[in-house]
């Protein structure tokens, strides 16, 4: 053992922690990891914006279980990632985020760059540390790793300064520290479980809500023995999709607001009755629904709505022991109950009010006629990654999941410009695995620079741009008086020839009879590929029986 840098230090220590994956963008001070980082054989990937390295570390982390590293350079570098790190906070996603700072010698001196970083990445973060001794990297290293995966996940930050960075250590003196295994699965109280089932078994108009929790934890083996052993209607969470097969005949999602509305009984399984749940409030829920809830954080129980079985406890563990205890008794939800009746009928009138548009050929495209060919081509198996508000929102009816961990999106905290950092993680983590974004025109906007990356590192990643020419909707011609709404983009932006500008391929499809073949292509090319989609100006969703937000009248 010799002399090694704070820098080569440190990306040791990563490797050894499990770390394979960091997205950053080099400079002063941290380009002494980035290189460290690629000779320990981590896979460094050097983005266009922190934002989008920040979204890809904790797209890492959520499908692999290990945090994923986003490397940035001090000052704007680090607050640039913030938006991933407050992104990760809401969807309690793995990261680590490692920010170069100035060096200690220099503090307060007004140096290059020179920020409160550590205090600033605190709230955000489930910890976070200054790194002040070169020989205590690996201790936080491994502390940083384990609180980014132990309990309820989340991100994490750790501060190196450039002296930091750059001085030496002497090996032998560094105190050796062990790898973080895998969180320990921890269950809950079996009468906790003899409850819940009991509650299930009394239920008129049962409803399990899968989110992604479950899928986080690799539930969707227990998750579907129980379900078919119960036959109980599910209702999958936008990135619980998958856990069950969205096709699966007990899915609900097609009568999803009649299925919440009347629901008696709910078992919500790492899932949050938040917004997107409608914070499992009437006129959304049944006011007297009973809930049984299932989350790896004990403070999470009883948020917005009393539970009246907490179960504490992994998805995996907690689905095994339920599995377990149905053993030991007969019963399963019926099969012919009024309230499957009622969901059955629900989800076909439903599919007949949206069919005019699937099959609707005229030129420009609706979002249905679009994501008619989408579906058919993506198949069972890819990556689904979509952002933009009803190209999200549309895409998320019409595009199944039939896997688990197969789809990401804007998440709990809503947040536009996720796509491409999500993109290049899901092409890195799963090379096999088709990857494909569908994205509204202006989501596109706020990180399309990383088409760069896609080319500059070949990744055959497929993204579909609905293009409808503005936030929400757009017009037909761009007024050029200065008069366009707020919401308005340019019309027919040519996204596809951004993609070529730097080597990968693009295709602009107006015309419906021509978009399938268009993908193929598009999936035939060895290539980041993107099928740029004209939309009618003012295409839009079905009409909801519900503000898709409570009402202050509602509270
Ligand atoms: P969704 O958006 O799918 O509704 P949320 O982000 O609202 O999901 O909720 C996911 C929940 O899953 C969080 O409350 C989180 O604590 C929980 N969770 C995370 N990991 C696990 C796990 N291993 N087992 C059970 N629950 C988990
Ligand atoms: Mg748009």
């Known amino acids: ?170 090996e032998s003196e560094v105190s050796a520290v062990a790898r973080v295994p895998a969180p320990p699965r921890v269950q809950t109280m079996p009468e906790y479980v003899d409850q819940a089932l009991d509650l299930l078994e009394k239920a008129e108009k049962p409803l399990v809500i899968v989110g ?44 999803r607001s009649l299925a919440l509305k009347e629901a008696d009984v709910v078992f919500l399984m790492g899932a949050r009755l938040n917004w997107i749940m409608h914070f499992g409030l009437a006129p959304r829920f049944n006011k007297d629904v009973k809930i049984i809830q299932l989350d790896i954080a004990p403070e999470a129980m009883h948020q917005n709505r009393p539970a009246t079985v907490a179960m504490v406890g992994d998805g995996k563990a907690v689905m095994g022991q339920c599995n377990a205890a149905l053993d030991g008794r007969q019963w399963f939800y019926p099969k012919d109950t009024p309230w499957r009746q009622a969901i059955a009928k629900k989800s076909a009138d439903n599919a007949a009010a949206i069919q005019p548009q699937i099959d609707d050929n005229s030129s420009p495209f ?65 090379p096999d695995i088709p990857t494909i974004s569908v994205s509204g025109d202006s989501a596109i906007g706020f990180s399309g620079m990383e088409m760069e990356t896609c080319c500059r590192l070949g990744l055959p990643v497929k993204i579909v741009v609905l293009n409808n020419g503005g936030i929400g909707k757009g017009v037909e011609v761009y007024p050029k008086d200065g008069s366009a709404a707020p919401h308005v983009l340019s019309v027919d932006a040519r996204y596809d020839k951004m993609m070529e500008a730097f080597g990968g391929k693009g295709y602009f499809v107006s015309d419906p009879k021509d978009l399938r073949k268009t993908l193929d292509e598009a999936m035939a090319y060895d290539g980041p590929a993107l099928v740029n989609v004209k939309l009618l100006p003012d295409a839009t969703r079905k009409p909801q029986e519900f503000h898709w937000n409570m009402t202050k009248a509602q509270a």
Not at 402 to 408: D, E, S, T, V, Y
């Open 1 to 170: 053992m010799g002399k090694v840098t704070g820098a080569m230090l440190l990306a040791k220590s990563l490797k050894e922690q499990g770390v394979e994956h960091m997205f950053g963008i080099v400079g002063f001070p941290v380009q002494p990891i980035a290189a460290a980082a690629q000779e320990v054989g981590i896979n460094y990937v050097g983005m266009r914006n922190e934002q989008s390295a920040s979204y890809a570390a904790q797209a890492v982390g959520y499908l692999t279980g290990r945090p994923g590293a986003c490397l940035t350079v001090s000052g704007p570098g680090v607050i640039h990632a913030f938006a991933g790190l407050a992104n990760a906070k809401e969807n309690f996603w793995p990261m680590i985020l490692i920010g170069g700072a100035s060096p200690v010698y220099q503090n307060g001196m007004g140096a290059f760059q020179e920020e409160r970083q550590t205090e600033l990445a605190a709230p955000y973060c489930k910890f976070a540390h200054n790194v002040e001794h070169g020989y205590r990297i690996p201790f936080y290293v491994e502390m940083a790793v384990r609180h980014s995966i132990y309990g309820r996940p989340g991100p994490v930050y750790l501060d190196m300064p450039d002296d930091i960075i750059l001085g030496e250590i002497d």
């Open 212 to 255: 992604k929790g479950m899928a986080y934890s690799g539930a969707e083996e227990e998750v579907r023995s129980f379900i078919e052993r119960t036959q109980l209607p599910f209702l999958a969470s936008p990135m619980g999709k998958g856990v069950m097969d969205d096709n699966h005949p007990l899915s609900v999602g097609a009568a």
């Open 366 to 430: 609706n979002y249905y006629r679009a994501l008619k060919d989408i579906r058919e081509w993506a198949g069972e198996d890819a990556m689904i990654i979509g952002e933009g508000a009803n190209t999200m929102d549309i895409g998320r009816t019409q595009l199944p999941n039939a896997k688990a961990r197969r789809r990401l999106d804007a998440g709990s905290y809503g947040t536009m410009g996720i796509g491409m950092g999500f993109v290049i993680a899901a092409a890195v983590v799963n």
